[in-house]
C-alpha cells in the first residue's frame, strides 16, 4: 500500500488518487453504511494507507460528501451550465421535476446515508446542509428572476418555493429506497406542468 502523497508537478496522479479514495468510500458506505465504515477500510478497499485520505480530506464526513458529489446527476447544474438563468423557472421546474419519475442516479442510497449519519454527526449534518442551501441558492435565484419577467408570481414566498421542489425531490429519494411503485412518466408530467402552472401570475381581470 501507499500513501501516494501529492507530488508537485503531478496533478494526474493526485486526481487518479483521489478519484480511486472517493470510489472506494463509495462501495464502502453503500456496503457498510456511514457508521459502521471507517477510513481504514476505505483506504485499504482503495490500496492505500489512511495517509492518502487525510492528504486530500478533513477525514470520513468530507469523504461521504465528495462521494455523492461525484455519483450524482445533478440536472439542475446541467441547466445552469447551459443556459445560465436565461431558462424561466417554470421550464425548469417542468423539466427537473417530470424526470423525478424516471432519472436515476447512484447517489441516492449515500445521500440517505448523509441524512441519517447527520442525526448523530454534527460535521455530516452541516456538510450536507452547506449542499443543499448551494443548490437552494441557485434555484433562488432563478426564481426571483421569473418573478421579474413575469412568468413566476411575484407575491409568492421564494424560500416556500424552493423547500418545496426539495421536499418532492428528497421524497422520491425514500421511494426509491423502499422499492415503491411510482406513478408513470405521463400522468405525473401532467400534474407537475398544472402544478408549475399554479406559481404563474393570475393574469384575471
Excluded at 8 to 17: F, L, N, R, S
Excluded at 82 to 88: K, Q, S, V
Excluded at 149 to 162: A, M, N, Q, R
Excluded at 168 to 177: I, K, Q, R
Amino acid at each position: 500500500m501507499s500513501d501516494a502523497a501529492p507530488i508537485a508537478g503531478a496533478p494526474a496522479a493526485a486526481d487518479e488518487t483521489r478519484s480511486r479514495l472517493i470510489d472506494a468510500a463509495a462501495e464502502v458506505f453503500s456496503e457498510q453504511g456511514y457508521a459502521g465504515s471507517g477510513v481504514q477500510a476505505i483506504a485499504k478497499r482503495a490500496g492505500f494507507t489512511t495517509g492518502a485520505i487525510y492528504g486530500r480530506f478533513s477525514g470520513k464526513a468530507e469523504l461521504l460528501l465528495a462521494a455523492i458529489d461525484e455519483r450524482s446527476n445533478d440536472e439542475l447544474d446541467d441547466l445552469f451550465a447551459e443556459h445560465g438563468f436565461r431558462a424561466d423557472a417554470a421550464d425548469v421546474l417542468n423539466q427537473v421535476g417530470s424526470h423525478l419519475v424516471t432519472r436515476r442516479d447512484t447517489s441516492g442510497q449515500l445521500l440517505l446515508e448523509a441524512f441519517v449519519a447527520a442525526r448523530r454527526d454534527p460535521e455530516v449534518a452541516a456538510l450536507v446542509r452547506q449542499r443543499l442551501d448551494d443548490r437552494a441558492q441557485l434555484m433562488a435565484e432563478l426564481i426571483e428572476t421569473s418573478k421579474v419577467d413575469g412568468t413566476i408570481d411575484p407575491d409568492l414566498d421564494t424560500k416556500s418555493i424552493v423547500r418545496f421542489v426539495h421536499a418532492v425531490g428528497l421524497g422520491f429519494l425514500l421511494y426509491d429506497t423502499i422499492g415503491l411503485d411510482l406513478p408513470a412518466a405521463g400522468p405525473w408530467a401532467e400534474l407537475i406542468e398544472r402544478l408549475v402552472g399554479a406559481v404563474a401570475p393570475d393574469t384575471a381581470d
